[in-house]
């Protein structure tokens, strides 16, 4: 493997792309719609698919959208490297599905649990043609890690570390793709969109969940930029309301109305953005039920992505490659 020249590629690449963020625009793509929709499956959207030779990395596959999305990849033929939280878990849901599935840890709260992952995983010595950032938590009451809203720590940081560790494997395989699991809660922020004058918080009097999905979306918004001039992809997807067990600290009273997917349903989205043929090359952009769909103003904020990636650097400094 090249890894080192391909390491050293990609952060010049990355270097490069960040002094011109602030000053280019997003580049003009004709992104195609599918026949795929709403009541779409993950086996429905990858079905004739030859996933054989392919390795996949998907973070939460112990249950719900990452249990589905492991499942139906290795059914395809993918090798899926997929992580839990516990030895115990990873193994249960590796032993429970067909196909060629690798188990490792990973607590997203945990700096040095994902180094300690990432670091097995590229002892592997294989590309990823998919890497989908999938697990994340929803709270129902302000929580922090290392002073931070614990959201924003579990879905963006953790990812942040992982990617950053991880994107030189990316890089490496013919036509990489990351799928970061984004929400159409992004629209649902505190004023101004991502508090970095304030992200252990307090205060906040809504939307703190909404606040790591922006962060997930211009992370990949962001990335997109990163990889350019590599065959290296970078799309953000909303899975829909999904009946999984993210929603265990909430009272689902008030949301059963819109619970209308199933797990089968809402993984069809990030199996689509991550496999289909038709989206070759497609890049930066955010789908739901397997199109192209709206996003809010923040979330196409290349400024505010832009310094979301700094701050997140120096956030996460000491685990960085």
């Not at 395809?76 to 115990?88: F, L, M, Y």
């Amino acid at each position: 493997m090249s890894d080192p020249m391909t390491r050293r590629r990609f952060l010049e690449n990355t270097s490069l792309i960040a002094l011109a963020s602030t000053c280019a625009p997003v580049f003009a793509q004709t992104v195609p719609r599918s026949a795929f929709g709403a009541q779409s499956t993950a086996e429905e959207v990858t079905a004739g698919l030859d996933l054989s030779g392919k390795t996949a990395v998907v973070t939460g596959c112990n249950s719900g959208l990452g249990y589905e999305t492991m499942r139906v990849l290795a059914l395809r033929g993918a090798h899926v490297i997929g992580t839990a939280r516990s030895v115990e878990k990873g193994r249960e849901a590796a032993d429970s599905v067909v196909g060629d599935v690798t188990p490792v840890v990973l607590e997203l709260t945990d700096f040095d649990s994902i180094v300690a992952c990432a670091d097995r995983i590229q002892a592997m010595d294989v590309p990823i043609d998919m890497l989908i950032l999938n697990a994340g938590i929803l709270l129902g009451e302000l929580q922090q890690v290392r002073g931070l809203e614990m959201q924003f720590v579990v879905n963006h940081l953790g990812h942040f570390i992982l990617g950053n560790r991880l994107m030189s494997r990316v890089v490496d395989a013919p036509e990489g793709r990351v799928v970061t699991l984004g929400s159409i809660a992004h629209m649902r922020v505190p004023e101004g969109g991502i508090q970095f004058d304030n992200l252990g918080g307090e205060g906040w009097t809504r939307g703190s969940y909404g606040h790591s999905k922006l962060a997930n979306g211009l992370y990949s918004l962001e990335l997109s930029r990163r990889l350019a001039g590599t065959s290296a992809t970078s799309n953000c997807v909303h899975p829909g309301g999904v009946r999984t067990n993210i929603l265990r600290n909430l009272d689902r009273g008030g949301l059963a109305g819109l619970l209308n997917k199933s797990p089968e349903q809402g993984a069809a989205t990030q199996c689509y953005v991550a496999t289909h043929p038709s989206l070759t090359g497609v890049t930066g952009q955010y789908f739901a039920d397997c199109n192209p769909a709206e996003q809010s103003e923040y979330q196409t904020d290349e400024a505010m992505a832009a310094r979301l990636w700094e701050v997140s650097e120096e956030l996460t400094r000491d685990y960085l490659l």
